[in-house]
């Protein structure tokens, strides 16, 4: 493996890839924040939501008819 002695050389001759790498970490950044931030009772998560209650008297569904 080499060592970089000159990285004002290397910033000169790869200046695509250095922006790419820059690119890569704010956006993994922001993707970080605006997951932490998400508040699922905020946003109305389903998963949340209580089931409503079944009539008094109604048969469950998929239950066998009453004779």
């Known amino acids: 493996m080499s ?3 000159e990285p004002e050389r290397a910033m000169r001759r790869h ?3 250095i922006i790419g790498i820059i690119l890569a970490l704010v956006v993994a950044g922001v993707a970080l924040v605006w997951w932490m931030g998400a508040d699922p009772v905020a946003e109305d998560d389903v998963s949340r939501t209580a089931m409503p209650e079944a009539p008094a ?3 469950a569904a ?3 008819p009453e004779n």
């Open 3 to 5: 060592h970089n002695t």
């Open 15 to 17: 200046p695509a890839a």
């Open 57 to 59: 008297g109604t048969p």
């Open 62 to 64: 998929g239950s066998p």
